[in-house]
DNA sequence: CGTAGAGTTGATAAGGGTCAATGGTGGTGG
DNA sequence: CCACCACCATTGACCCTTATCAACTCTACG
């Protein structure tokens, strides 16, 4: 059931077909694919790497997936084909105890990245946390492409060092803060990726959680009784305002960053 | 006083002077330079990916430094002008919080490569763990080569993503193991660095901690008390011996790891 | 031999986990 | 349109693991 949930589409299904508008803004073989150019991953992500030929080339090997909420990516230890875009939508990496302990090692937000190069088995599961729209390509041609083009490595290098500061930062917030540092670190992380601009200068800001009670506890390492006890406090202190289950509105900015510990 | 205790040797001083039957040995000028020879980073590590000429331009300009004990390296958000590989010993990479808790967020081992490109100042703090002896080179030549040749950025991107790897497994044991399992966790780890062999298919293992309890409590999320206590339990248990404060001997390396939680 | 620093051990307390009951909310079918 | 159900989240009572505080031991070193 690895793939349930997922259908996908060819970039040159009906749906897709450009009209005599676009072809007319863009005549050249080498311009980009008119699916690329509304694309994030074209400027902020690893496919502004490519010159107009390669990315028409990885453009045509590449099709458009849409993964329901829920529906694993990839499982632990599979072996993975293919490498993806994440166009929309949050995918969470997740690693699991034999027992069943399971901890969130990561989110995955566009224009990133998904996939493990040099090795033939993921170490992660990988899956939706929302509805989630992928750009996959064959493991090959993006292999080929890394050689013929180091500007791709390169751009492979700089997501693989962000995502380590990531995973670093996440750590001291494991190993040493509380609970209630803890919930605040993630109020805030998730703003800053999902409506940037009212969590970097205003005072307040609203989002919907990309996450479940119980995905923020994996992601913690809490249990959902702690998660939900330590929102309750926040709303209780004034802090956030809880609209529904998802929606959460940042109240004051400033005073939940002093309660997240640095 | 950042650099207390760091003593700096030129790799043309004296006491590296390459005798005669060296010379005879290697009498092309793009062959490796003497003292790159014997070097684990030549082989395993990011110099691998260099050629004679570009090792031999590299190593002029590089210096070999030891490091004393609990010397840092380079302070949270300072500048960094340099790169380096560990030749020997173990560098603590770690995060501190304002008020002072500290958690250490990756250990460096021979021939790891320390440093953070593409970022004007450095986003954690490394310091000597053990004695430690590194290769640094100035922050521009090695870039210069990053462009020059891809192999120097593939083997960067190789070592970031095991790096990764790493903190993401650190993550599931910061996260959700017990602080026994967290113990047991740490043990092999150190000892599938230090003693490879007899961790591997040995029944025992025996090698000196590069941490003190407080390190280890730093990286693991605990105070020193649980750290000591549960080394009391191994041992108590048969499955360690405690040779002094910094020797240790595993017994029972699969009883160990019976107690990891994985 | 005395002191300092690291480590161990013990007593107590608190933060967060566990177990259990209750409260919303969205989807389905009558 | 409403009632019911399933699922998620909240709240409460209690307990356990680990932190905290304190005393003590050991070893290295002058």
């Known amino acids: ?52 030929e390669q990315l028409a080339e990885l453009a045509r090997a590449s099709h458009l997936q849409v993964i329901e909420e829920g529906a694993e990516l990839i499982g632990d230890a599979e072996r993975v084909e293919s490498y993806s875009n994440v166009l929309s939508g949050v995918v969470k990496l997740t690693k699991t105890l034999p ?87 993630f109020l805030l992380m998730i703003a800053r990726n999902i409506a940037p601009r009212a969590a970097g200068a205003g005072e307040t800001a609203s989002f919907d959680l990309p996450l479940t009670r119980s995905d923020i506890a994996d992601f913690l390492g809490l249990t959902i009784e702690t998660v939900s006890r330590q929102l309750t406090k926040l709303r209780i202190d004034g802090i956030i305002r809880i609209e529904n289950n998802r929606r959460i509105t940042i109240e004051n900015v400033v005073r939940l960053a002093g309660r997240a510990g640095d």
Not at 22 to 50: F, M, N, Y
Not at 151 to 162: T, Y
Request: charged share 25%; net charge neutral; hydrophobic share 35%.
């Open 1 to 52: 059931m690895a793939f349930a949930g997922i259908v996908t589409y060819s970039f040159r299904m009906p749906a897709s077909r450009p009209n005599d508008d676009e072809r007319a803004l863009r005549p050249q073989s080498d311009s980009p694919p008119a699916l690329c150019t509304a694309c994030e991953a074209r400027h902020r992500g690893v496919c502004g790497a490519l010159d107009g």
């Open 99 to 185: 027992d069943g302990r399971q901890q969130i090692v990561g989110l995955q937000f566009a224009p990133d990245f998904l996939g493990r190069p040099f090795r033939e088995e993921s170490t992660i599961g990988a899956s939706a946390a929302t509805t989630v729209s992928l750009c996959s390509f064959p493991k090959s041609t993006v292999e080929r492409m890394m050689r013929e083009q180091p500007q791709l490595e390169n751009r492979l290098l700089r997501q693989a060092l962000d995502e380590l500061d990531d995973a670093r930062e996440w750590m001291v917030t494991l190993g040493r803060k509380t609970a209630a540092e803890k919930i605040a670190s």
